[in-house]
């Protein structure tokens, strides 16, 4: 079985499948940082998988099942690896579980059609998303370009099967003296050998597999995950009500479990249902919400399959190209150091650059000001965050800042621009999110937090505001107006 981002032992959909159908069973891990780092790919994301992977080893350890690793460059390199390690272990089947970027459907395909020739089946499996992209498609055959419609049809067809989304269970125990059966490792061509070890750092990223089982804040690995998962079933019902207040535990921060594949979306599902009488639409307004947004999840998924562009940086809608983005650097330097003199801006891009996380109201509050009242390429914030999030996800994070640009499918309107200032007073009413942040304001009033009065700060302890934002709006509204006439 071929690992990639779905990193847990339970409800996975390749590796119960490999442990059903073959006689002897071992894992296969591919790390390639060169491409992990073209795709944007961080320190903060590749330490989450490389110490959620180690977890994943001693637990199929348990079950006798070895675990392997190898470092190629890129994902190029990928098809000749397995081709070699099919031959020297003399492998007949391949699982894996699909992943939907363009660069991802290109290796798989290269690996399909290598272990082929070799006389090794290859079989790749629905798990990252609820149904297989491209399954789901408008009246006259196409992908769905706007979400509601997607989600309307979504839930359509599977509104009475939450028990279609059920949970695998874990792959069955291989004989005693299952692992010693497999060699402790096996030389390739080139570099890099095939080993039952995970190194601690790889080639270009400054991260290390070791330490203490945690990613900054975040404890990995599976268990960690479902723990995560338990303790937002406690209030999952709240979550419509307060789950766009920052500064409060509200939200699930399941993110960089389902990113790395620590938990299924189909357990997340699962969860919700459950809270809903058995429904996708139920008695509980939280759990309803939070089914809409898994679904965000899956229409983005099901985005790159449909409409490739998106993987090739460019924008959904191609006249959106001839936006007159501004190239003032100093500009995006502050934005990313939380240094824009706007409290709830620099509070987030704080919490993100801090702990790897953005909470997701604050996600669309400095998205919309990057990009509308800066008027910054998104493409700048994208690649931003994913060097940073813990969670980094090409898909959702695309999707997200297309939207928030109004470059992308069910993009908002583009004069629909986020006022950070009345974002702030409404869902951190208190400062107390600005205050856990943003030290320097920890005295200011909470009538004054959310924009405070400039001669509070002659020691220059706190920037002016980088912009005005009500005439930075018309500025933008203007330039996206423009490309209309």
Known sequence: MWLRNDLRMADNTALYRAAKSCDALAVVFIACPNTWASHGDGDNVVAMRLRSLRQLQATLQKKNIPLYFLEVPTFGDVH??????????????????????????????????????????????????????????????????????????????????GEAFGSLPTPRTQPADHLSQWPEWIALDGEHNLVRSIPDTLTGYGVAAGGEGRVLDWPVGAVAGARTLKKFADIIDDYEEWRDFPARENTSRLSPYLNCGAVSVRQCVQLAVAHNDGRWDGPSKGATVWLSEILWREFYQHLVVNFPRVCRNKPFKPETEAVPWSDRAEDFERWCAGQTGVPIVDAAMRQLNQTGWMHNRLRMVVASFLTKNLLTDWRKGEQYFMQQLVDADFAANNGGWQWAASTGTDAAPYFRVFNPYSQSKRFDPEGAFIRAYIPELAEVSDRDIHCPPQDLFSDHSYPPPICDVTESRKIAIEAFANLKK
């Open 80 to 161: 000749a690896a397995l081709a070699q390690i099919a031959q020297k272990l003399q492998i007949d089947a391949l699982f894996a579980n699909a992943e939907y970027p363009v660069n991802e459907l290109a290796r798989d395909h290269s690996v399909k059609s290598a272990l082929g020739k070799l006389g090794v089946t290859v079989e790749y499996f629905t798990d990252r998303t609820l149904i297989p992209p491209g399954s789901l498609t408008t009246g006259s055959g196409d992908g769905f370009k706007v979400f509601t419609p997607f989600k309307r049809a979504f839930i359509s067809a599977h509104s009475n099967s």
